[in-house]
């Protein structure tokens, strides 16, 4: 059995707890929060017995936590991933992975000397549609993608608990860091890595009370020849949309609309019926698939789908959104 602890009793944190409960071969053993009243609250209302730590430090030292899944607030992610690193423990890292560039490359450096195994939660990589675009990239549905483009919008205002934290500048950091970063990473996933960024952002209203633009617009140089665009917008009158258009040389997607050199004589995009990433709960956000690929990847000794060094490519690109956006110059990723 893999036992788990998992930092933080948040919305996130609850989902986890569920996750895990679903596999077989792996426990939660305990949960790390500054307010035990509430933790022993949310066990009981999810019907799991756990240690409660109240100071991190503690529970990484204990022998029997095999697996940490971090859901705390991203300025602290960093030095709580070094830690539960050097103590042997395998990660869940939840995005952000940090705020800032220092923070990662120090995860990084921690993270090859006292390798563990990792998965970061750009959950959205287990997706259904997702492993469908993936699959049809992979048979040569659509040749080389010259062309992605990938939207994230989402209203995140106040009845979202995570607003109250996650629009101030010093925890939510940008439209791409606090959300517009899963838009970033679908766009590496399925047109390959990013060469050259340039960006652009804009408030939305006078009375909002972000701390920061919420809407970017990032442009692309690809690797592979291509160009691309990632939008991110937290103020926005508009229900949740994650757009995925992806053009290639043989084939065309439109979330779950393909038209292919592989169907002979069509006329028209098909439709693909699946679950696409078109709203925020979690028959979209598939953190059961997470918890199964990242078990599966402890015990036979393999990455993960979405393993910190996949990731921290995505994060480069990030942060050279919003240094492009601060800058008004196109940042080169090397």
Not at 71 to 80: A, T
Not at 116 to 124: A, I, K, P
Request: proline content about 4%.
């Amino acid at each position: 059995m893999i036992k788990f602890a998992v930092v933080g009793t948040g919305w996130v944190a609850g989902e986890y707890l569920k996750a895990i409960q679903t596999q077989c071969d792996s426990e939660i053993y305990a949960v790390v929060t500054q307010d035990a009243d509430h933790a022993r609250s949310r066990l009981a209302q999810l019907g799991i017995e756990a240690r409660i730590f109240t100071d991190f430090s503690e529970m990484v030292k204990d022998s029997e936590v095999d697996a940490v899944v971090l859901c705390s607030h991203p300025d602290v992610r960093p030095e709580q991933a070094i830690l539960a690193a050097q103590h042997g423990k395998h990660l869940v890292i939840e995005k952000p992975m940090a705020m800032n560039k220092e923070e990662l490359r120090r995860m990084a450096d921690a993270i090859q000397k006292y390798p563990v195994r990792t998965v970061v939660s750009f959950v959205l990589r287990w997706n259904p549609s997702f492993d469908t675009t993936k699959a049809l990239i992979a048979d040569d549905a659509l040749g080389r993608v010259f062309m992605a483009q990938i939207d994230y919008w989402h209203h995140i205002g106040p009845n979202y608990p995570q607003y109250r934290w996650s629009s101030k500048k010093a925890l939510g950091g940008s439209s791409i860091l606090s959300a517009g970063c899963h838009a970033v990473d679908a766009l590496r996933y399925f047109a390959g890595d990013i060469q050259e960024v340039t960006a652009y952002s804009c408030g939305t209203w006078a009375n909002s009370e972000y701390e920061f633009d919420p809407n970017a617009i990032a442009i692309f140089k690809l690797k592979n020849g291509g160009i691309g665009k990632v939008s991110s917008s937290l103020e926005c009158k508009t229900t949740y949309k994650f757009n995925i258009h992806l053009l290639g040389e043989k084939g065309a997607i439109m979330n779950n609309q393909l038209f292919s050199h592989k169907l002979p004589g069509q006329t028209d995009y098909a439709t693909i019926p699946t679950i696409l990433p078109d709203n925020g709960d979690v028959t979209h956000h598939p953190f059961v698939h997470e918890i199964e690929d990242f078990v599966q990847a402890i015990k036979h000794n393999r990455l993960t789908r979405c393993d910190f060094f996949d990731a921290y490519k995505t994060m480069e690109v990030c942060f050279a959104i919003d240094e492009s956006i601060a800058t008004g110059q196109r940042v080169v990723i090397s």
